[in-house]
């Protein structure tokens, strides 16, 4: 099946700096990358996806890059604030339903 | 309200006792599943249904069971829990149509065996 890596594990930044999050995926037939937004204590929470047709969505401050060439994708967030502190997981479909994940990022926006 | 609904959201029972992990969603969605989160180690898919009496095995289903006898139920059933399924466990559901058909979870399970 599909394996996604993600990197890296953890990561602090200042806020108002940039966060970047980054994936590689395996199966050249995956054609949706969702990102979810994981809170202390809940479930995770879609926050952007992309479709391997499209090469970058934006939705406010954050933004997903894919590079199909590289089976690789990124999730970008600007004017870091504290509640995006969170773990962010990136995953990878194909064709079916089923979604594989990454192992996650921790982000923590130290005010 | 849109939601997929776990119960309990704690759990703490002691080797070999069984115990079922209870899910439910008002979306009429097709596809359930099920995941454990483990540190390190991400969200790793247990079983999944893409729909009523139709179960298949994800990537790490030994020790546990599912049903689907109804569109709206998918719960989880471990039947000698053991140590190692220490964990915290989401479901989710989603639609079956198009490639990105987004995935709603649930709050998740903390589950310890003891």
């Known amino acids: 099946g599909e394996n996604v890596e993600q990197h890296p594990s953890t990561l602090s930044v200042q806020e108002g700096d940039s966060a970047v999050i980054k994936c590689t995926y395996s199966d050249s037939a995956s054609n949706y990358f969702p990102w979810y937004k994981q809170e202390l204590g809940k479930g995770p929470q879609l926050i952007i996806d992309i479709r391997s047709n499209v090469g970058e969505k934006k939705d406010q401050r954050i933004a997903v890059t894919l590079n199909k060439t590289a089976k690789h994708f990124s999730l970008h967030i600007t004017e870091t604030q504290p509640e995006d502190s969170a773990v962010y997981f990136c995953?990878?479909?194909?064709?079916?339903?089923?979604?594989?994940f990454g192992t996650g990022t921790r982000l923590t926006v130290i005010p | 309200e849109a939601q997929v609904t776990q119960n309990p959201r704690y759990l703490i029972t002691v080797t070999g006792k069984k115990l079922t992990v209870t899910c439910s969603q008002n979306m009429n969605h097709e596809y359930m599943s099920w995941y454990r989160q483990d540190p390190g180690l991400g969200l790793r898919q247990i079983y999944y249904s893409m729909n009523v009496e139709v179960t298949d095995k994800g990537d790490v289903p030994e020790g546990y069971k599912v049903s689907r006898k109804e569109k709206r139920n998918f719960p989880l059933i471990l039947e000698s829990p053991s140590p190692n399924q220490t964990s915290l466990y989401f479901c989710?559901?989603?639609?079956?149509?198009?490639?990105?058909?987004?995935?709603?979870f649930g709050s998740g399970t903390q589950l310890s065996v003891l």
């Open positions: 995953a990878a479909r194909t064709g079916a339903n089923n979604l594989f």
């Open positions: 989710a559901s989603s639609r079956i149509g198009s490639a990105n058909e987004k995935l709603f």
